[in-house]
């Protein structure tokens, strides 16, 4: 897998070692993370948050990220455990995982998850919203967002090139507009089917579960 990415990535000039490979444990079981931690994978991803905390409890060497939808009322189970979630996809949610971070006193550190392809079925904050939440997340003590989140349509990889893309054109505009230093490093998108793709237009994680673990 770390061979396929270093590929892509040299094909756009870049180092493979700048793109993070999480490997999605969605309906993955114990001994199979337990051989992706003896073959050297590091971070992990799950969606759900039951899964997610019997699994964080069972493997704290590991490096969880959270990419599942998040509801509010979920927040308390999350925070502080994982080192990155992946899917604020609001103001609103990013309130209160600010609030809960400040009650255990931890900076947790967040992405922006963008609806790039405007499907009525995915989550995700409009792109005209993004700077909103970024100047209210310049206000907040308890979280740091670290960049952006999308989901590409299922289908052919390179009819998703241009989702990619847009996120990526998105983050470089926010960047270059005036802030409270707010730094968007990393761009979580790609998946199974088309994580080439996403490495070529700028991908900084992939989420990866098939390529890794087989049906």
Same mark, same amino acid.
């Given at each position: 897998m770390r061979r396929q990415v270093e590929d892509a990535a040299d094909c756009a000039g870049r180092k493979g070692g700048d793109v993070t490979i999480v490997a999605v444990t969605k309906h993955v079981g114990i001994p199979e993370i337990r051989n992706a931690l003896a073959a050297g994978i590091r971070d992990f991803g799950e969606n759900r948050v039951q899964e997610f905390l019997g699994k964080w409890g069972l493997f704290p060497e590991a490096r969880w990220h959270f990419i599942g939808t998040l509801q509010s009322n979920k927040v308390k189970d999350v925070v502080g455990k994982a080192c990155l979630i992946h899917s604020i996809d609001s103001v609103r949610l990013l309130e209160f995982v600010d609030r809960k971070a400040a009650e255990i006193g931890v900076l947790q550190q967040v992405l922006l998850q963008v609806n790039? !392809? #405007?499907?009525? !079925?995915? #989550?995700?904050? #409009?792109?005209d919203d993004v700077r909103e939440a970024l100047l209210a997340a310049e206000r907040m003590d308890h979280v740091q967002v670290r960049g952006l989140m999308t989901m590409a349509p299922l289908g052919r990889a390179e009819d998703s090139r241009w989702v990619f893309h847009?996120?990526?054109?998105?983050?470089? !505009?926010?960047?270059?507009?005036? !802030?409270?230093?707010?730094?968007?490093d990393e761009l979580s998108m790609g998946m199974t089917n088309d994580y080439r793709v996403a490495v070529e237009e700028g991908s900084t994680i992939v989420r990866i579960g098939r390529a890794i673990f087989g049906k």
């Open positions: 790039i !392809s #405007h499907e009525a !079925s995915k #989550h995700g904050m #409009h792109p847009d996120l990526r054109e998105l983050r470089d !505009s926010l960047c270059a507009m005036p !802030s409270n230093g707010v730094e968007l």
